[in-house]
């Protein structure tokens, strides 16, 4: 039996894109579920003057699942405040529909503010909620951001600054979506829950970590953002960093949230502050062009994109982490646009036999792959023989995926992160001394990049997978990228 949560939703950005797209999906798939139930309510603020009709009205479009009857019975919790987050008598008008909501619902004061806009606005709003105590103090008050969080580390710290005056740290909830996805969380448990497995997740055992987030869209509608951000700021300081933490974690005393977070910063607090000299062998940055056909358009010639932009669209490095339990053993990261599919994955390559046992036939090195996104699963390549009487080597492969029926099963990230952020599970959330980590690390590698910023793009074709240097990060010391695309 699932146990129904009370909990009042105050969402600023509340008619945007992401609120439609995502968020009120997400809840309704907890109301589907049992994890609302009655006594929640749902709050949209945005400057617009609309009615609390016309907002349910938008809700429902995006919906999809249940009966005409559970939707229609789920939007009537959705009411709508016009609200300009920097006028003082706004905060009034929207604490007392609060009050009214957390009184009709019986929600005993847990508030839930997200912040689905401008980052620049938070540190305005955070401190408009507890001047204008807006904060309940009855229940608890959790506030959930989105990224950018920052485009470096000094103005993430401002931004965090302008937050930590209003919630404590443990009332912050920040997302990464990566780490709302299935394959990311199953990760810990795949190394810890096989102890043959735990055994060898280490330096004597583990010659290379491949992450490879690929996309084949290009920009798309998001130019403006894209130009202040780059595949480095975008997908590398977030995501890949969440999935290295989650790869290089040690052990944990005990699975839970605090011993969790504990054992994640210790890899971020080890990850290297690259000289540009160690820049300029270890990262590699690409911009896309059109694609063969000429028919897809360069990155330089999208909309809102500057025609001599120098921004990155593909990052391809190594991190070594400081830890001595990964000493020498490089996490190859890779991302890009405009790539020929959408794939997320991880391999692990473990070391391979140089014992020269099976005389001239070398065995090639076992892989463990972590298939994330589109598909979903595991799968194992071993060396073994090949069938009948001869002694060649092959390799074995086995694999562990998804079904269809199962993969319906998987709860989107923004359900899953909603749901943890109401049960007040900081497990799968950033933290901000990763943060802080994280863009320390990328800014050594922007300011690198930035001495030399005349760089020759765009520098590989849409539809391939990236400049022939990230080939060449591996192939100099005689790997190669498990994944070719
Ligand atoms: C976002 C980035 O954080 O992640 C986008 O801003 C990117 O540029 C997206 O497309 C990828 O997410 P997913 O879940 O589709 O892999």
Do not use: C
């Not at 949560?5 to 894109?17: A, E, H, M, R």
């Not at 909501?101 to 689905?116: C, E, P, T, V």
């Not at 300029?280 to 063969?292: L, P, S």
């Not at 391979?352 to 070398?362: G, I, K, R, Y």
């Amino acid at each position: 039996m699932v146990k129904e949560n009370n909990t009042l939703f105050v969402i600023f950005g509340g008619s945007g894109d992401l609120a439609h797209r995502k968020l009120y999906p997400a809840l309704f798939q907890l109301y589907l579920k049992g994890s609302l139930n009655e006594h929640f309510a749902v709050i949209g603020t945005a400057r617009r003057p609309w009615s609390h009709e016309f907002f349910r009205a938008g809700v429902l479009e995006n919906l999809s699942d249940g009966t005409v009857e559970q939707r229609e019975t789920f939007v009537e919790h959705f009411y709508y405040q016009s609200h300009d987050v920097k006028d003082s008598a706004h905060y009034v008008a929207l604490k007392r529909l609060i009050d009214e909501l957390d009184a009709k619902y019986q929600i005993n004061g847990n508030r839930l503010f997200y912040m689905a806009m401008a980052p620049a606005l938070f540190g305005t709003i955070a401190d408009h909620l507890r001047s204008e105590r807006l904060l309940s103090t009855g229940g608890y008050n959790r506030l959930i951001i989105e990224k950018p969080f920052g485009h470096d580390y000094e103005s993430a710290l401002a931004l965090n600054n302008a937050i930590v005056g209003t919630f404590d740290q443990d009332q912050v909830f920040r997302i990464d979506h990566y780490l709302g996805k299935e394959m990311v969380q199953n990760i810990p448990f795949i190394r810890f829950a096989n102890p043959f497995l735990d055994a060898v997740w280490n330096r004597d055992y583990i010659d290379n970590i491949q992450i490879t987030l690929a996309e084949s869209l290009g920009v798309e509608e998001r130019g403006g953002y894209y130009e202040t951000a780059g595949a480095l700021r975008d997908m590398v300081q977030n995501h890949i960093m969440q999935i290295i933490a989650m790869l290089a974690f040690p052990r944990p005393t005990k699975y839970a949230d605090q011993e969790i977070n504990q054992a994640k910063s210790q890899v971020f607090a080890s990850l290297p502050v690259y000289t540009p000299a160690e820049v300029a062998t270890k990262f590699v940055r690409g911009q896309y062009g059109q694609d063969i056909a000429g028919k897809q358009v360069a990155y330089r010639d999208e909309d809102k994109i500057e025609p001599t932009s120098t921004v990155e669209t593909f990052v391809a490095g190594e991190v070594d982490l400081n830890l001595p339990q990964w000493q020498g053993v490089p996490f190859y990261v890779r991302t890009g646009k405009r790539l020929p599919t959408k794939k997320t994955r991880i391999d692990v390559v473990f070391k391979a036999d140089t014992s020269q046992l099976f005389a001239a036939q070398q065995p090639v090195n076992p892989v463990l792959t972590i298939q994330v996104e589109p598909e979903s699963g595991i799968e194992l390549t071993l060396n073994g023989k090949e069938i009948g009487t001869s002694s060649l080597i092959e390799p074995h492969q086995s694999q562990y995926l998804l079904n269809a029926d199962q993969q319906k099963q998987v709860p989107d990230a923004y359900e899953r992160l909603l749901l943890e952020a109401v049960l007040g599970k900081q497990g799968n959330f950033a933290q901000w001394e990763g943060m802080a980590g994280s863009w320390h690390f990328v800014d050594a590698i922007r300011s690198a990049w930035a001495q030399e910023p005349t760089v020759d793009f765009p520098n590989y074709q849409s539809g391939t997978m990236g400049p022939k240097a990230a080939d060449e990060l591996l192939t100099k010391t005689g790997r190669h990228w498990i994944y070719q695309g």
